[in-house]
């Protein structure tokens, strides 16, 4: 069983690659989660960003991230405080992403909160700037 301390180093390196990368580290992410993990994001699911669905696999996290950057490129992921509780996480900071069909930046807040099982995210909520991400949308 992974400790308060160890989910919150995960997480942070998990972030760390995320930015460094620009969206090129996937799989840190995808090795972080239990395969009955439920993503819940803000945009639920809304024309133009139907990635954003809930789901609850990891193979639909996976395909999360695929739609992500298919459409959109990472400008910056800045993390700046995080919360540990317990099997709970809580990550505030802020990102940038430029829609690559309108060229369009988005650049919100941005809050994470990850529940743990064993070392592993069982559930993660983002939120973030919903009516930017849909204004960025449009030509």
């Known amino acids: 069983m992974a400790t308060p301390a160890q ?22 992410w995808l090795d972080l989660m239990a395969d009955d993990v439920r993503i819940h994001s803000l945009a639920g699911g809304a024309p133009g960003a139907e990635f954003t669905r809930h789901v609850s696999s990891k193979e639909g996290f996976k395909q999360y991230f695929a739609g992500l950057l298919a459409d959109w490129e990472m400008v910056h992921y800045t993390t700046a405080a995080f919360v540990a509780d317990g099997d709970h996480v809580a990550m505030r900071g802020s990102t940038a992403w430029r829609n690559k069909k309108t060229g369009r930046i ?9 529940t743990f099982r064993d070392g592993k995210i069982v559930e993660f909520h983002e939120f973030y700037d919903t009516a930017a991400m849909m204004a960025a949308l449009k030509a």
Do not use: C, M
């Not at 989910?7 to 580290?25: C, D, M, P, V």
């Not at 988005?106 to 990850?114: G, L, V, W």
């Open 106 to 114: 988005i650049d919100t807040p941005k809050a994470d909160f990850f």
């Open 7 to 28: 989910n919150l180093t995960a997480l942070k390196h998990a972030y760390r690659q995320w930015h460094e990368t620009r969206g090129g580290s996937v799989n840190v």
